[in-house]
């Protein structure tokens, strides 16, 4: 977006201007587009303020999970002749039930440096759970466990900076 489109949002979120301290309405039209800004660039928070008004608008964002199907139920089992199947091969694939990166960004294992980390190897977690927070332009991304588990391998080191798709742990 360009400084034009900038400048046009700014004045969508403040309307015109008055000189009583009215309290400001709400453009719902500058809300949408914020929110429409949000889901191109990615970002999980946008801000803009002028005049002394302010509109934020944020959003959670939802991890980003590769999980690789199992046989259906009641289907076949593949022959006894057939190859065995590699390891996971971490760079390569993700084994089932690996959270990856949703972004680019540097991943913490705790709420706060010196603070108990949110999960290690053998908790037992609920969907909605945080897990990590991966850190991208200044803002704190909570990653949240997309189902029950417990956890068997967590792949990263706290502050390390992580690649989109990268696995982080794996949920058993």
């Not at 709420?111 to 949110?118: E, K, L």
């Not at 956890?151 to 989109?164: G, K, L, Q």
């Amino acid at each position: 977006m360009n400084m034009k489109g900038v400048r046009q949002l700014t004045k969508l979120a403040n309307g015109p201007k008055s000189k009583t301290h009215e309290p400001m309405s709400v453009d719902v039209a500058a809300i949408r587009e914020l929110a429409e800004l949000l889901t191109e660039t990615g970002l999980t928070e946008i801000e803009i303020e002028q005049g002394g008004q302010r509109l934020r608008v944020s959003r959670q964002a939802s991890p980003l999970v590769h999980t690789v199907p199992g046989p259906a139920a009641g289907a076949q089992a593949e022959p006894a002749t057939s190859a065995p199947e590699p390891a996971p091969n971490r760079r390569e694939g993700h084994a089932p039930g690996t959270i990856t990166s949703p972004m680019v960004g540097t991943v913490y294992v705790a709420p706060q440096p010196g603070a108990p980390p949110f999960v290690k190897v053998g908790d037992a977690v609920k969907e909605g759970d945080t897990l990590l927070i991966v850190e991208a332009m200044k803002t704190m991304n909570p990653i949240l466990a997309p189902r029950s588990g417990t956890v068997s391998e967590i792949c990263v080191r706290d502050a390390e900076p992580v690649e989109f798709g990268q696995a982080l742990l794996i949920l058993s």
